[in-house]
């Protein structure tokens, strides 16, 4: 089951917000803390899965099949969407833009040369865009849908992937490991961003780091250490657990090895995406920041400021509505999005939702019980928290065979909020 939220910020409110939040709750950076890095805004987007246009019609089977998973993925949408998000990034302007993985919807060559087509914008404005590949890029079943039915494409192998995003990092990568698809990137403001294959086979879901690509980043970290650089490391899988229930299939099967190899280093910050839902935890003075998947509503990225040895990030929305305004668009679905999104993501839960409890017999308990699952896995999604349910309904759920719900409602309510956090970069072990 995918995880399956309402008031979510523009990133202007969240910033004010942001900073309240922090100083209130973060103890005040020693005043001799000095570094010589510049200042740097890095956004981060994750899990794009972008289809195309002409090639993915939403209709038919694709429609269905969408629909039936219950992941909340606005794939319709998404060509008008990823159009805001430039629109807004451009107004932003941040320095750098990372994209870690899961660009494409299923690995289709097409799909990844659309969505390059989408950044082009961003790239001719100076902002430098980075990405690495998911578990849904390489080397997978891929698929277009032009009438809305399933028809075979061409996926991209590893070589092709690091070709077509020649310009995405790859080409003026400081260093690149032999092992993987994972390179560093200067970016000669005194930051050094390490882009972290984390993809044990390409076309699978699970994630591992190798064990030679373990050295790589051994040596590499030291190197920028050395140099007297920050660094800033991203994945696609999560490094820590953030929920028990999803821990396999996300969180890199090594992870407590690259916690420590990235604390030895002073690195506090991780940055991943895969689990789709926004989410923040920390653990021995690292934290991994999953920013939620863009393909679901809010469609959030997450904007990073770098100041001497401090580390923000603020989990931003996108703003739809602003930017349907401005380009005199008329469909509602567009002009009134946060509704219409919200809605989407939803019902989408809702419909899984009503199919697994089909055997409760109650139907006015299978109704609010619906209900109160969809709602707090919608808020799981945005990292909003949500109430413990009512005695009456906790007890439906242990007394009936839905040990799986009950499980998955006491990992996700009363959670703190996901969207900001702060940190400072270390020196890291001599």
């Known amino acids: 089951m995918k995880r399956f939220l309402r008031v979510a910020l523009p990133c202007a409110a969240a910033l004010l917000i942001a900073a309240f939040f922090l100083f209130r709750g973060s103890a005040a950076p020693d005043e001799g803390a000095q570094t010589a890095a510049a200042p740097l805004r890095v956004a ?13 019609r939403y209709t038919g089977s694709f429609a269905a099949a969408n629909d039936a998973s219950g992941s909340g993925k606005q794939v319709e949408l998404l060509p008008q969407l990823l159009d805001a998000f430039a629109a807004q990034l451009l ?13 494409a919807f299923n690995g289709a060559r097409v799909s990844h040369e659309a969505l390059i087509r989408k950044l082009a914008p961003l790239r001719k404005a100076g902002i430098l865009v980075l990405t690495l590949p998911g578990n849904h890029d390489i080397n997978t079943r891929a698929l277009i849908f032009p009438d809305g039915e399933a028809q075979n494409a061409i996926s991209v192998t590893p070589e092709e992937f690091a070709a077509l995003y020649a310009d995405f990092g790859y080409d003026g990568a400081l260093s690149r490991d032999a092992d993987s698809l994972s390179y560093v990137y200067d970016t000669g403001a005194g930051t050094r961003i390490f882009m972290l294959d984390t993809n044990f086979r390409y076309g699978a879901v699970y994630g591992r ?71 923040i935890v920390s653990e021995g003075g690292v934290s991994d920041i999953a920013t939620e998947s863009f393909a679901v509503y809010p469609h959030r990225y997450g904007l990073i400021e770098l100041e001497g040895d401090i580390w923000r990030y603020t989990a931003c929305e996108t703003d739809v509505e602003s930017w349907a305004a401005q380009n005199g668009l008329q469909d509602e679905r567009l002009t009134l999005y946060r509704q219409y999104g919200y809605d989407f993501l939803y019902e989408a839960t809702a419909r899984q939702l009503r199919e697994q409890l089909a055997g409760l017999e109650d ?16 808020n799981y999604f945005i990292g909003e928290p949500s109430p413990a349910p009512e005695e009456a309904m906790q007890q439906l759920l242990t007394k009936t065979d839905l040990g799986f719900f009950a499980g998955y409602l006491s990992t996700i309510t009363d959670l703190p909020s996901s ?12």
């Open 209 to 279: 780091v190798r064990e030679e690509t373990l050295g790589w980043l051994s040596r590499e970290l030291k190197a920028c250490r050395d140099a007297g650089d920050r660094a800033l490391v991203a994945g696609h899988h999560n490094m820590l657990v953030h929920n028990p229930l999803f821990a396999f299939n996300y969180t890199v099967d090594d992870g407590e090895a690259l916690r420590q190899l990235l604390e030895a280093n002073g690195v506090t910050l991780f940055l991943s995406g895969h689990l789709h839902p926004q989410s």
């Open 419 to 430: 969207l900001f956090a702060e940190g400072r970069f270390g020196t890291g072990e001599p």
């Open 363 to 378: 139907e006015s308990a299978r109704e609010e019980l619906c209900g109160l699952l969809a709602q707090a896995n919608v």
């Open 91 to 103: 107004r932003e302007k941040p320095d750098v833009l990372l994209i870690t993985g899961d660009n």
């Open 44 to 56: 981060v987007v994750s899990d794009i899965h972008y289809t195309g246009e002409a090639d993915y």
